[in-house]
């Protein structure tokens, strides 16, 4: 059995052109899909027979330190500001050679300051419309 396990340590989200500074956790996506219930009188069996229907992105959140400088945060803000969808990127580590691509709206940003605690923020971004994982060619 190959196991591969590697540290999240060096993984980047990309915000438009600016990369974010000083997060400490950025959530991954969680892909769903509905189901549309197509059973009818004359279903086989008894059981409640679905289909497929529309998909959803779902949500990334966002934790780090605030720095008030950095073009990255500052660029999220500005897009919760103004409601733009936005092309995002999460970059893994160069060992994996995985990233996902998706289109983001900034749908919360905060920022808390804590006793004994450093300066924080937080964002989500709601994903629109398809996501793309790229993977890595598998070596012949």
Avoid: H
């Amino acid at each position: 059995m190959n196991k591969l396990a590697n540290r999240a340590v060096g993984t980047k989200l990309k915000f438009d052109t600016k990369y974010v500074a000083e997060l400490t956790s950025i959530g991954g996506l969680e892909l769903s899909a509905d189901n549309i219930d197509v059973t009818s009188l004359d279903s086989d069996g008894g059981y409640r027979q679905f289909i497929g229907g529309f998909k959803d992105g779902g949500e990334v959140s966002l934790s780090g330190f605030f720095n008030p400088g950095d073009p990255g945060q500052a660029a999220v803000y500005a897009a919760f500001e103004s409601g733009a969808t936005v092309p995002c990127g999460i970059e893994f580590p160069t060992a994996l050679g995985a990233s996902w691509t998706f289109n983001a709206v900034v749908t919360g940003f905060s920022t808390g300051a804590e006793l004994e605690e450093a300066v924080s923020f937080e964002a989500t971004l709601k994903v629109s419309g398809k996501p793309t994982l790229v993977l890595p060619t598998p070596a012949p």
